[in-house]
């Protein structure tokens, strides 16, 4: 992986190779810095503001075998940055076993926001995928971090057909490891995915951490506490969710059968991000 102080020149032509750099200028948060390279490209619709908006998306629409991403995002001292998607990631069959990944390594300065909302990595049939995040946090940092995953193109019968999905993400607070989560898919002699994932279809985790989101943090970890997990009459609940504390924040994990039912509950949950961030960054998609 890149290292954060490693942001791209002007000259970089890497395949796949992007860097945001926001900074606070003028008391308003400033994309400085938005580039990439085929297959990554950059839109920026809130270049200035209370919070800069990027989102990032692939030319033909998902990864292909052999794709490469490797953003790296710098937010400075008191500036708010959210990086997002126009649509869930599509990872398409990878042919040879070829890998298609995703790599991302940022740095939060001091007293500043980051939000990572990206839709959920939707890998088809026979897709081979591998993700690496690593978000290291200055004092007085606060990050929310989404990494979401759906089974595929179920309605095509591709449910959890896919070949291998790999995640790892790291945040690191003041040169402290404090979140390591990691998840492997892949069929073995013993089950295969669909079998260990059961009814659900989509899935989510949220690292939400620093004094910004702090008191909410808390609040969601008491809430869902309290939710049982059965509905009052026995049945199956299609949704689960639960949130465990961290210091300073909390790690937010739900599962759906639905994977709308998903985005919904995050929606509902993190809907105090919309005044950090100076508008509600799901109200334009769903």
Known sequence: MHRPESILPASATVPGAGSIVVERVASASTVLTARASAPLKLLVPRPRGAS???????????????DSIDLEV????????????????????????????????????????FALLPDPVCPFAGAV????????????????????????????????????????????QENRLLVLDALTLENTAESNIAERM?????????????????????????????????????????LLATASPLPG???LRVASEEPEAVAAFLR???????????????????
């Open 74 to 113: 710098r937010v400075g001292p008191g500036a708010s940055a959210l990086c997002a998607t126009q649509a869930s990631t599509k990872v398409y069959k990878s042919e040879h076993g070829k890998l298609a990944c995703q790599t991302l390594s940022a740095t939060v300065g001091e007293s500043a926001l």
């Open 268 to 286: 509902t949950s993190l809907a105090f991000l919309a005044p950090l961030l100076g508008d509600d960054p799901w109200a334009r998609k769903w």
């Open 129 to 172: 995928y591998q993700q690496r995040q690593r978000v290291e946090l200055a004092p007085g940092a606060t990050l929310v971090l989404v990494d979401g995953l759906v089974s595929g193109r179920a309605a095509r019968g591709e449910r959890y057909a896919f070949t291998s999905y790999r995640t790892v993400t790291e945040v690191v």
């Open 249 to 251: 924040g909390a790690v």
């Open 52 to 66: 800069a908006w990027v989102y990032a998306a692939t030319f033909g629409g998902g990864l292909l075998a052999g």
């Open 198 to 238: 059961g009814r659900f279809d989509g899935f989510a985790t949220a690292v939400l951490v620093g004094p910004r989101i702090e008191t909410a943090a808390a609040a969601l970890v008491e809430s869902l506490a309290r939710q049982p997990l059965r509905s009052p009459d026995h049945a199956r609940n299609p």
